[in-house]
């Protein structure tokens, strides 16, 4: 179980996160929605170690790595996925994908990681990953990459962005199969309702805050109550 | 020629040497081994020291080694290769200077280049600079080449300088002929306190010509490397130049791409780029389970494959 226990962070003495406590079970799908701005992305690049928080532990298994680099929290098997994926000059989509499996590869696990994403392989494992690749192409070779890694959580940041509608059944189908599979435990966020489907939890962050947990239905009523009561205000003023 | 000899040259060729192979070895200013053919001729300059190579237009896809060894301790070589390659042939030279000295006195390879290519002529050129030894500041290599490039011809450069080089200076000037073309990578990875100076001179005198330099380079430590370019449209021509360096520790880097269009009709374009390693890239690669210091070896590796 991955545990977040009490997290805080604050920038210029104004808080991001606050007081967040949430715990995500082996294999469970939990969904992370909310406004922009809200603290979404901060969090799971808190727990992926990319920001440390200013209070708060994260636990996996009993076990605290709040102090632990990036590289070691990979190594225990959380994996993260880019909201806006990075660009390098000179690696290409192969090695990229060798890389995310630990260097155990060979053409045939990358052509099927690539055309699990969508891509066909014969054109892309050699193509660089640099700004010549389009957002909707970069967003697949970061998830073949997630895929390639695996993990026992994998953390993923919008990974619906960049994707074009004609292929979001495509990712939405990659999310199913990675559920269904029942080998990492997965937080997603999301504003989208097909990948709400598939969520076993959804969770509402709003102004730094955990402001919801539940399943699709309850937050739901929640999401149409918000809407309704921001629809008062419009009115009113 | 002995195992240590084939061991360092293997750095510049990334193969052995074969006795029926077209090459001519150089050690210590002096021909140690040639192998040539009717196709391709390997003769010995009478005035100068080096050789002029001659390939026939009925040449296709062959190769050519030409590679020079240094391993006197002290020695200074100057060497003047003349590459002419008749019409319509297609060639590779593999060329290189490897330098091992392990004593303070500075060894040296000057290498003068001059490729005439021919018309319609296909040619790649590979160089790789290579240098070993237990102390640093003695090494060094120059080269100087002139290119001139035949109606229709092309010309691919590749040249490569990755490590134990003290000092080098380098300096290409080219000439394009109606429709020929030229490619330059170049790829230069200095460290300690080596010192790089690395320049071209393309003229793009024929109609339709087509120019494209690529230079990519990393500095590390105390090195310094500076690159000058100069691409010059004189008629109807297409030019690209483009440097890209990462910088580390306490290194200096300098770029001038310089453009000049004395033609309407001239497209040139230039981008340069120095700046150190992006820490978002060191983190990409951390969070799919490699240490900073892997990540960055990575980095390096792709930027200069």
Known sequence: MLELKNINYKVDNKYILKDINLEIKDHEFVLITGPNGSGKSTLVKIIMGLIKPTSGSIVINGYDITDKSVYERAKMGITFTFQTPVVFKGLTVRDLLCISRDYYYDDYIGRELLRKVGLCAQEYLDREVNNSLSGGELKRIELACALGKQGNYILFDEPEAGIDLWSFEDLTNIFKSMKKSKKSGMLVISHQERLFNLADRIVIIENGTIKEIGSKNKISKYLKNIKCEKCMRDCNE | ?305
Not at chain 2, 136 to 162: C, Y
């Open chain 2, 1 to 305: 020629m002995n195992k240590d000899d084939n061991d360092i040259l293997f750095n510049i060729l990334n193969e052995e040497i074969s006795e029926d192979s077209i090459h001519n070895i150089r050690k210590n200013g002096e021909t140690v081994s040639r192998h040539d053919s009717d196709e391709i001729s390997i003769v010995s300059k009478k005035a100068k020291q080096g050789i002029e190579i001659y390939v026939k237009s009925s040449v296709k896809n062959q190769v050519v080694q030409v590679p020079v060894l240094l391993t006197t301790e002290g020695f200074t070589d100057v060497v003047y290769n003349d590459y002419n390659v008749s019409d319509n042939a297609e060639v590779t030279i593999v060329a290189g200077c490897a330098i091992h000295n392990d004593c303070e006195i500075t060894s040296m390879h000057s290498g003068v280049h001059a490729f005439n290519i021919g018309k319609n002529a296909k040619v790649k050129y590979v160089e790789k600079h290579y240098g070993c030894g237990q102390i640093d500041s003695n090494r060094i290599i120059n080269t100087d080449t002139i290119i001139n490039l035949g109606k229709g011809s092309s010309l691919v450069i590749e040249t490569v300088q990755i490590s134990g080089v003290d000092k080098s200076t380098r300096n290409t000037i080219a000439v394009l002929e109606d429709e020929s073309t030229l490619e330059i990578t170049e790829k230069l990875m200095t460290a300690s306190n080596d010192n790089v100076l690395s320049s071209y001179k393309i003229n793009l005198n024929g109609i339709n010509t087509k120019a494209n330099l690529i230079s990519r380079s990393i500095a590390k430590n105390n090195s310094c490397q500076e690159f000058v370019s100069e691409l010059i449209g004189n008629n109807k021509s297409f030019g690209h130049i483009e440097c890209d360096a990462i910088i580390m520790d306490n290194a200096k880097v300098s770029s001038t791409p310089k453009i000049i269009a004395n033609s309407v009709d001239a497209e040139l374009t230039h981008e340069a780029a120095i700046g150190k390693i992006s820490g978002e890239q060191l983190l990409k690669l951390e969070t799919l389970g490699l240490t900073k210091e892997e990540a960055e070896a990575e980095i390096i590796k792709g930027f200069m494959k």
